[in-house]
């Protein structure tokens, strides 16, 4: 009897008592719970990586950045080195003692321009080294830990001075708010004020002694420099340039060069008919390293970025080490968990024998690093793994590396590359452990004409394949740019509400070699519309899709496609056009970059206008039946407003389609990976409410035409 009433007992407690065990599905403001890890730097003795730490103040809906060390052991947890909000770019001094970094001030409510500060890392508190009114955009110490270079802006506001003001010290008159601009490039994403052309950012120096030296300018002139390194011998420091006035009208390009470290003649070292980025210099000093990414002949939409090795003798001719390698050098995977602040990104790294260098690389849908030899210009796999590594860094002598690693269930954390990674940090464990995640399905489908393309599948945590979902596509950007093996949070998201989530990358996407890239020149959008139809009926024949309730979505150049996917077929019952664009004419005309050479488009829009016309949205409306949502920044110059969503939205509500416009002030083309914290949810809110109204039937009264 005793034993009956036990076993009632139980069976009570399990109807009565939920399982602890259980895990949630994610929600869209676990986001304001996210930790992201950027910028890692190792220490010089590869003891320690010391990290910007990036977090949401739900209160203040704002992104705070601190610094943060972590032993390479991976024995004990992360410790913060510093206690401000605004602290970015550590950098370690070449015997390890101090590390400086760029740091914001709030002053009467307002962020104020970074400076370098230094911070002694046997104690004390970090000292500034620099005061300049426009702030510091990069550092870089001397060889030998006395000298700090660094770029900051010069010019715009300054007095002429030649002016009378200027000369007796008498206050100048206020400076006229009127714009006059000459040039074509006149507004850039991101920046809620006009491109002034008379400001340049320029490379100063200054010694370590506590901000008594007023740093000295070493470059000047129209031109910009960037990406600074130093000789080993400290004599020099090199950096990138495009010299040439207005150079838009050219197709891309940059050149490396020298200039004493105390001033003085600038010297060209290298040049390729292309770009140049990331210049490394050998532990001798005899070579330099970097990513050049070649022009086409004729000109490409998209080119290929590769790896090159050159002497530093001026004149020299730089070797291009993986011309027979058909993957993305220091590219990267797409998706909208990189870090929103603090940047840092791919690097190369020498061995101490200077007979080869690690870098980066893309190849269909992850990111991994590799070997090169170069002499012999091969090229091994350092790591192998379906995932994303994104920053990395190495000590002097390149035999110990960290980087920062994604997967398709984790934003990034910090591994050392030994044998296999070896993670050491794991900043979001304690909220993931308590969340249900989808893991992904890659596929790979024939397409129209053949080509193979890769894709990736999610389904609901709780995925029953007896059951018919609702599919959502989902078209990245670009576009030449990729999806595949890195945290994505609106995939996860949309899965967690009931969704199949398909993600491909059509041609035209990057990681796939140079001619799958660039084959897309001049047919955009078009043959890669049908890469993405071919997937949808891909995942139609599997049979749990529901091919009538079926929704897309996409922004930029999704977005784009988005808009073209609704005017070519009427298969889709909702669809969500992110910072969109429907009239390339208009376009050509109003976005922040220019167009000025025929890469996408072989002629300027009055030269050709049928071609701009068949290949905008715009033109083939009145086709549309799909109920839309227009999803845009105030301040997204990229593919402004005006030549998208404000356009389809207007001409859909003239034909009673039903369609909203939802717009965010005060956010920029960069809304979904780096906007307000408040508006990403609200922005994942909005897309997937749609997808509720058209998909499941839940009538949302925001949307209602009053």
Do not use: C
């Not at 005793?2 to 007992?9: E, F, I, K, P, T």
């Not at 850039?188 to 004020?193: D, F, K, R, S, V």
């Not at 208009?586 to 167009?595: I, K, N």
């Amino acid at each position: 009897m005793r034993q009956r009433h036990l076993v009632a007992l139980a069976l009570l407690l399990l109807v009565t008592v939920p399982r602890a065990a259980e895990k949630r599905f994610i929600t869209e403001k676990d986001l304001l719970k996210f930790t992201w890890i950027a910028d890692p730097q190792i220490a010089p003795d590869g003891s320690t990586v010391a990290f910007v730490r990036v977090t949401v103040n739900e209160k203040e809906n704002r992104y705070e950045t601190s610094l943060f060390s972590v032993p390479t052991s991976g024995a004990e947890a992360p410790r913060p080195l510093t206690s401000n909000v605004r602290d970015v770019m550590p950098r370690w001094s070449p015997d390890g003692k101090r590390l400086a970094f760029v740091r914001s001030i709030e002053k009467d409510g307002k962020p104020q321009p970074g400076q370098v500060y230094v911070l002694d890392m046997t104690g004390g508190e970090a000292y500034p080294l620099t005061q300049d009114a426009k702030g510091v955009s990069s550092i870089e110490w001397s060889p030998d830990g006395r000298t700090m270079a660094f770029t900051a802006p010069t010019g715009g506001d300054e007095p002429d001075p030649a002016s009378p003001s200027a000369a007796s010290g008498k206050p100048k008159e206020p400076k006229s708010d009127v714009q006059v601009i000459t040039r074509p490039v006149y507004r850039a994403n991101g920046n809620p004020t006009y491109v002034d052309a008379t400001r340049h950012t320029h490379i100063f120096t200054v010694a370590l002694t506590s901000g008594a030296d007023k740093p000295k300018q070493v470059t000047d002139g129209e031109y910009d420099e960037r990406e600074i390194e130093w000789a080993p011998d400290g004599s020099k420091i090199y950096f990138v340039s495009n010299r040439v006035p207005e150079a838009y009208y050219e197709p891309s390009d940059s050149d490396l060069y020298s200039v004493p470290a105390a001033g003085g003649t600038i010297t060209k070292v290298a040049s390729i008919d292309g770009t140049i980025n990331a210049p490394r210099l050998s532990p001798d000093g005899h070579r330099i390293a970097f990513v050049g990414t070649p022009n086409g002949t004729p000109i490409r939409s998209y080119s290929q970025p590769d790896l090159f090795v050159v002497d530093v003798t001026p004149g020299s001719a730089p070797r291009n080490l993986t011309d027979a390698y058909d993957f993305d050098i220091a590219s990267g995977i797409g998706g909208d968990q990189a870090p929103p602040r603090g940047g840092g990104g791919s690097s190369i790294v020498w061995s101490k024998d200077g007979a080869s260098l690690i870098v980066a690389s893309a190849e269909r849908g992850s990111a991994n690093l590799k070997r090169v030899t170069i002499s012999t210009s091969k090229v091994e796999a350092l790591t192998e793994g379906k995932f994303a590594v994104g920053a990395f860094t190495s000590t002097p002598d390149g035999a110990t590396i960290a980087a920062t690693i994604s997967t398709q269930t984790n934003i990034g954390d910090l591994f050392m590359i030994d044998a296999k990674p070896r993670q050491i940090t794991k900043v979001n464990r304690e909220l993931f452990s308590d969340i249900q995640q989808s893991e992904p399905e890659e596929i790979w489908y024939k397409s129209f004409d053949g080509k193979n393309i890769q894709a990736w599948i999610l389904k609901p945590p709780d995925f029953d394949p007896g059951k018919k979902y609702p599919l959502i596509l989902e078209i990245h950007g670009g576009p030449h740019s990729a999806y595949g093996n890195v945290y994505t949070h609106e995939f996860q998201w949309m899965v967690a509400k009931g969704y199949v989530v398909l993600f491909t990358n059509p041609r035209g996407s990057t990681t796939y070699g140079q001619e799958f890239g660039n084959i897309i020149q001049y047919h955009y959008p078009g043959d890669d519309y049908k890469d993405l139809m071919a997937g949808v009926d891909e995942l139609v024949k599997r049979g749990y899709v529901d091919a009538n309730r079926m929704g897309v979505t996409g922004g930029s150049g999704g977005g784009l496609l988005t808009n073209w996917t609704i005017t070519q077929t009427q298969r889709f019952k909702a669809a969500v056009a992110q910072r969109d664009i429907a009239d390339w004419y208009g376009f050509w005309f109003t976005a922040d970059f220019w167009l000025s050479k025929p890469t996408w488009f072989r002629k300027a829009p009055w030269e050709d206008p049928q071609d701009f016309a068949a290949r905008s949205p715009i033109t083939h409306v009145a086709n549309v039946t799909t109920p839309t949502m227009y999803v845009l920044g105030d301040q997204d110059y990229r593919t402004p407003p005006a030549d998208g969503g404000e356009m389809m939205f207007r001409a859909l509500k003239y034909r009673k389609i039903p369609t909203v416009m939802v717009r965010f002030p005060r956010e920029t083309h960069e809304l979904s990976r780096s906007g307000e914290p408040k508006h990403r949810i609200e922005r994942l809110q909005h897309i997937v409410g749609w997808m509720d109204q058209w998909l499941q039937g839940k009538k949302n009264a925001v949307y209602a035409t009053n």
